[in-house]
């Protein structure tokens, strides 16, 4: 399981997911299911104190020096500002463990991952406040390659800007620490294509690429490199004179790079290139990030007009339900009864997250430069949205809750495996929602489990359901809710992904829950066939035995065997290429190449091959009546050969295309 672990965080790079949501809606309900009446209760109200600077200190200085120990996290910078004020600022820990260098808010840079796509978002709308960009525009109107239409529709950037564009999950082009890697967007953007899976504006699916074409849409319309453009329009008008998206970086801003860890306790890792720059690669200290902030509270600042920083802000894209949705280029999250707009980021070592409420004048900032052990950076940013919020933003509110027999009910809907919108699914990295399964489970006493993302909270999740298939957790206040359709659950999402990601249940064909064990199994079964191959023949020498078959039947028998190990190797190599990448996400961008090609081409010969050779040797032992052991084995082995062509098949273990 901690492999799968390290899978799926490397799949979520530059993207990060966010925390919880509490927005009063009510899902459609279902004629099949009953619906109880619902008790209300009240979660009483905390005491507010002050934000002030004094008390906010001593409140992160109890909270982040211990959060930060325990995670094993080298170094954070928090910044919160309310209004055009920065209320505090301050580093805690290390920018570079070896040489006990603390981190300097104003002086220490942090990578902030996929918050710098708020800047992109940002860079997008000064371009329709010109007029130069439209938001609902074909976006070829503004590009020298096609992106080919959908069923016939075009992707428009407000379908970008919230995360509905439908491109699949891509990774080729995506993280590495080769300084070779860096492209221009002009030829990385036609390269990196990916394919479109969804209509536009159907389905939440996150993009990295699609935050990168919109960059090179802000180039095209400009007339300068996106870089070019982001230093003279967004840092300049904001006086961030400590930012910036280059890679590598500039000479002058390179001394005060934070070194990143995967824990605090190892050696640091090499700098990181985000290769679609515009969705993840800007380097900035807390304060800039601080600056950053005060201009969209205060509409807009230097770089927004305030008309246009409300239809960024203000705007609410379809969702799921209740749950948390897309403004333009922000994350919806509600928290006590109060909206905030909000962006996470993650590459492989750097975890932040943006929260800005615009109701009350007040925006948050944390980078840390270490993931931590098991994922503790998740937690900590989780613990302290909450904390902040119920610190000095809380609230009462009344919550219901569905009586327990309908809620039971409810919940046995919706166990079961399913399919995140935002994976791959037109090549072999489909694999990875194999292996990575996202289950959902019910306890003896009718409780929902979602163990697959508990690491996105601090504390043990624990679902109570509110409303008819809208579930709340007692801790944090998110929610999880589906979308039920003549009884039956359609979709699934909760707060902390909704934005960006839903669920659907795995097709029959390709549910893990058989799925994944049949391939097992198939495994031991090929296996103990190429095993026995060696081991039988060192038996017969060994008492001068001889083999019953002969003629075709050992031809088959043998040719059989051969395409079993040539199988076993194919999926060794799998294995291998995952290990390798799970490690290093940045091993799939090129120096991986060789196996990936070689796999593609090895794994649907010797699985098809195995099949046809093993029915071969089961039609043989057949019509020659040979014994029932030796038949029995050859349809077991029939059987497995069935199960891995159709791994091969339904998970794309094979073809050309380099973009993945």
Do not use: C
């Amino acid at each position: 399981m901690r492999l799968v672990h390290k899978i799926m965080l490397g799949l979520a790079a530059l993207a990060t997911l966010p925390l919880a949501a509490q927005a009063p809606a009510l899902l459609d309900r279902t004629p099949e299911v009953p619906v109880a009446p619902m008790v209300e209760t009240t979660i009483p109200e905390s005491d507010t104190a002050d934000l002030d600077p004094a008390d906010l200190e001593a409140w992160l200085d109890g909270f982040l020096p211990y959060a930060l120990a325990r995670g094993q996290i080298a170094g954070a910078v928090v910044v919160v500002v309310r209004g055009d004020e920065v209320v505090l600022q301050k580093g805690y820990g290390y920018s570079d463990v070896a040489a006990r260098e603390p981190v300097d808010p104003e002086a220490t840079l942090f990578r902030p991952g996929s918050v710098s796509k708020l800047l992109t978002w940002t860079a997008v709308m000064q371009q329709v406040e010109a007029g130069k960009l439209d938001l609902d525009a074909d976006v070829n109107r503004y590009l020298d390659f096609e992106i080919p239409p959908f069923r016939g529709e075009p992707v428009t950037l407000r379908d970008i800007m919230t995360h509905t564009a439908g491109f699949e999950e891509s990774i080729r082009y995506l993280i590495t620490d080769d300084p070779d890697a860096v492209m221009s967007l002009g030829e990385l953007m036609p390269l990196a294509l990916p394919e479109r899976v969804f209509a536009p504006g159907s389905t939440p699916a996150y993009s990295n690429y699609a935050t990168a074409l919109a960059g090179h849409i802000v180039e095209r319309v400009s007339g300068m490199t996106f870089d070019d453009y982001i230093d003279r329009r967004v840092f300049t008008p904001l006086n961030m004179t400590r930012s910036t998206f280059r890679q590598p970086l500039p000479e002058a801003l390179e001394p005060l790079m934070s070194e990143g860890y995967s824990v605090a306790t190892e050696e640091a890792k090499p700098f990181e290139i985000v290769v679609p720059g515009p969705a993840g690669s800007l380097a900035s200290t807390g304060a800039d990030m601080g600056k950053f902030m005060m201009a969209h509270l205060n509409e807009g600042g230097a770089v927004l007009s305030p008309e246009t920083a409300r239809l960024m802000h203000d705007y609410d894209a379809p969702g799921l339900g209740p749950l948390n949705t897309m403004a333009l280029g922000f994350y919806e999250q509600w928290v006590n009864g109060r909206r905030a707009i909000a962006h996470g980021g993650d590459t492989q070592w750097f975890h932040s997250y943006l929260w800005l409420f615009p109701e009350d004048d007040i925006g948050v900032y944390i980078s840390m430069n270490s993931n931590g052990v098991a994922g503790a950076s998740g937690a900590i940013r989780s613990a302290l949205f909450h904390g902040f919020a119920d610190r000095y933003l809380p609230a009462e509110e009344p919550q219901t809750r569905v009586d327990d027999e309908t809620a039971r009910a409810h919940a046995n809907l919706l166990a079961g495996n399913y399919v995140s919108s935002r994976g791959s699914f037109t090549n072999f990295m489909r694999v990875l929602g194999l292996l990575g399964s996202l289950e959902i489970t019910v306890g003896p006493e009718g409780k929902l489990a979602f163990p697959a993302l508990d690491g996105l909270t601090a504390g043990a999740r624990d679902w109570v359901e509110v409303e008819p298939f809208v579930w709340r957790d007692t801790a944090t206040g998110e929610r999880l809710a589906a979308e039920v359709v003549d009884g039956q659950v359609v979709r699934v999402s909760l707060d902390a992904v909704s934005p960006f990601m839903v669920l659907e249940p795995a097709p029959a064909a390709y549910n893990p829950a058989w799925l994944m064990p049949a391939l097992l199994a198939s495994l031991a079964l090929v296996l103990l066939a190429a095993i026995a191959w060696p081991v039988r023949a060192l038996v017969r020498r060994r008492f001068g035995a001889t083999f019953v078959l002969d003629g075709k039947a050992l031809t088959a028998w043998r040719v059989s065997r051969g395409f079993a190990w040539l199988t076993l190797l194919a999926f060794a190599g799998w294995i291998a290429l995952v290990l390798s990448f799970s490690s290093d996400l940045g091993s799939v961008g090129g120096p991986l190449d060789w196996l990936i090609n070689l796999l593609r081409v090895l794994t649907p010969v010797a699985t098809f091959g195995l099949l046809i050779a093993s029915i071969w040797h089961l039609w043989l032992s057949w019509t020659q009546r040979r014994a029932w052991t030796m038949r029995i084995a050859a349809i077991l082995l029939v059987l497995a050969a069935a199960v891995l062509v159709w791994v091969t098949l339904g998970y794309n273990l094979y073809g050309f295309s380099m973009v993945y």
